[in-house]
């Protein structure tokens, strides 16, 4: 069975900092796919007073929330949000559908870590418990739309053109995608 398994002490970040470098932060200004100048080999070096949004965020792996499965981030080469954002497909007669998607950020060096056969089995729950899909980012505005099985009634399907500009805000996630959102917050304290 997956999720959060009792018998387990509480996860650590330990030497991971892989969300230190793929995830931009506004905050300090640092783009996405750039080492935060704060990091050091020791962690942050300015953790007691670190940014507000550095202090709430945490990766999903680190809460486990429903992540028993999915190894350390560094090891396994991708961070999965916590935040859900959403992606806007216009249907044939130009009817705009939003759709909430887990955010996995992927270490560019691993371009294929989305295709480990633990976190696709992750996303596939998230699709059939909560109809989400996933982004798989490569940078803020890099990436791709990713359908899970339960999703399509089929197997697995990309959408290459589905990324285009950066992450929405807060604001507007919280607009289309209340219940995820929730739940991300619930999970993060």
């Not at 999965?80 to 996995?104: C, H, K, N, S, Y």
């Amino acid at each position: 069975m997956s999720g959060v398994r009792q018998d387990e002490p509480a996860r650590q970040c330990g030497a991971c900092t892989l969300c230190c470098r793929l995830l931009p932060q506004r905050e300090l200004d640092k783009p996405a796919n750039q080492r935060c100048r704060h990091q050091r080999h020791t962690g942050c070096s300015i953790y007691p007073k670190r940014p507000g949004s550095c202090r709430l965020w945490s990766c999903r792996w680190l809460v486990a929330d429903d992540t028993a499965d999915l190894r350390r981030p560094d090891l396994a080469h991708y961070v999965v949000d916590v935040m859900p954002d959403f992606v806007t497909a216009v249907q044939e007669g130009g009817e705009r559908l939003q759709i909430p998607v887990v955010q996995v950020w992927i270490d560019p060096r691993h371009p294929d870590a989305h295709r480990d056969p633990a976190l696709r089995a992750f996303l596939d729950r998230r699709a059939e418990a909560e109809g989400m899909a996933a982004i798989i980012r490569y940078g803020s505005s890099d990436g791709f739309v990713l359908f899970a099985p339960s999703l399509t009634g089929k197997g697995w399907m990309e959408n290459h053109d589905g990324v285009k500009g950066e992450q929405h805000s807060a604001e507007e996630v919280l607009a289309v995608a209340p219940q995820q959102v929730a739940r991300a917050v619930g999970s993060s304290f």
